[in-house]
């Protein structure tokens, strides 16, 4: 079954402690990207990645980081999280970046 | 002003009604216009794929662009209580063969019995 992977699905972490939000895709997609959902703001894309190894900034970066060394998998990284990125994120994947875009189930992440 | 407008509602509309969402945009740029749906505690999922100017329709559901009027709409007929859900625009032009999508923030509709 085409998917892609989001973990974990919920994520209550403290100020300042470092965390990695997993996406892993199994459709061979080149262009995988991850967006924060919030009520009023709708969908904002963060990072945006074209290939392996090839990464680009979204609309709203700060704070994250992002790699891309296998073509299936895309995680995000939270060095320092802060309150203002509680948020619903989503992984996303497609095969161009005009196509079709799949998405994960999303992760809930609340940054105390 | 955002580069995508999209009212976030809610629209309550009673089952069998025929539903209009639309979404403006300022981009002209843009060619490239979709609709996704959402259900609560799920990731988006497209609905309808649409490029440049003109009608589509697939069953219950017709997207329309305007390119002139920087104008799209979705209408869904004999609209259902599983319709219920957050519908969002998305759009994006082609540069190089890449882009980065533009999403609205979304129109929540309830369709009730």
């Known amino acids: 079954e085409a998917q892609v992977t989001q973990n974990p699905r919920y994520l209550i972490t403290v100020t300042g402690k470092k965390l990695t939000v997993t996406c892993s895709q199994n459709?061979?997609?080149?262009?995988m990207s991850w967006y924060r959902q919030d009520p009023g703001l709708g969908l904002r894309q963060i990072y945006y990645?074209?290939?392996?190894?090839?990464?680009d900034k979204g609309d709203v970066p700060e704070g994250y980081k992002v790699s891309r060394k296998e073509k299936r998998n895309f995680p995000l990284i939270l060095e320092s999280p802060s309150p203002n990125q509680t948020s619903l994120y989503f992984c996303?994947?497609?095969?161009?970046?005009?196509?079709?875009?799949?998405f994960g189930q999303g992760t809930r992440l609340t940054v105390v | 002003q955002k580069e995508v407008e999209q009212d976030p509602g809610p629209l309550s509309v009673p089952e069998g009604a025929i539903v209009s969402l639309n979404c403006t945009y300022s981009?002209?740029?843009?060619?490239?216009f979709m609709w996704y749906r959402q259900y609560s505690r799920k990731g988006p999922e497209l609905l309808m794929y649409?490029?440049?100017?003109g009608n589509k329709e697939d069953g219950r559901f017709t997207a329309q662009v305007d390119k002139s009027s920087k104008y799209i709409s979705l209408f869904i007929r004999d609209s259902q209580p599983s319709d219920s859900a957050t519908y969002l625009c998305?759009?994006?032009?082609?540069?190089?063969?890449?882009?980065?999508?533009?999403f609205g923030r979304g129109t929540s509709l309830i369709v009730h019995p």
């Open positions: 459709m061979n997609h080149e262009y």
């Open positions: 649409t490029y440049s100017s």
């Open positions: 998305a759009m994006g032009g082609s540069s190089g063969g890449s882009y980065i999508p533009t």
């Open positions: 981009n002209s740029a843009f060619q490239y």
């Open positions: 996303a994947s497609s095969f161009s970046g005009n196509t079709e875009a799949f």
């Open positions: 990645s074209m290939n392996v190894e090839v990464t």
